[in-house]
């Protein structure tokens, strides 16, 4: 697979209904985007002619319709999206981070558990 692109937050829409159920039309996806955002088709078009640009998408053309399908990992979109936003943001280093979503988050006892059984496992 190709290397990660960089994908905006809009694209990120895009891509999550292409990573869900592929191949899709355009309209396919116009219609699974319908309840979450109110964009025109037009801006829909749009944002997949960007991905098919930066190799996020392909598609196949059947008669008239093209059918789009992910040419990129999601995990690993998100991995490399990830470390982006830790670099940008907190100059590399994870600690600063999760202090701030620790200390400006609500947990749950549960998610408190999960997340000592992670540092616990992280620790071995």
């Keep these: ?18 990573w869900h159920e592929s191949p899709l039309t355009a309209a396919n996806i116009i219609a699974r985007l319908s309840d979450s955002r109110s964009w025109k088709p037009k801006t829909v078009k749009t944002l997949i002619g960007r991905l098919v640009q930066k190799k996020a998408l392909d598609f196949q053309k059947d008669g008239r319709e093209y059918a789009y399908y992910p040419l990129v990992n999601e995990d690993e979109c998100v991995s490399e999206a990830g470390r982006t936003f ?30 000592k059984a992670l540092l616990q496992e992280k620790e071995k």
């Design 1 to 18: 697979m190709p290397e990660s692109p960089n994908i905006s937050d809009a694209e990120w829409d895009i891509m999550r209904v292409v």
């Design 86 to 115: 830790l670099d940008r943001i907190y100059g590399g280093s994870l600690k600063p981070m999760m202090v701030h979503f620790l200390e400006s988050g609500k947990l749950s006892s549960e998610d408190i558990q999960e997340l």
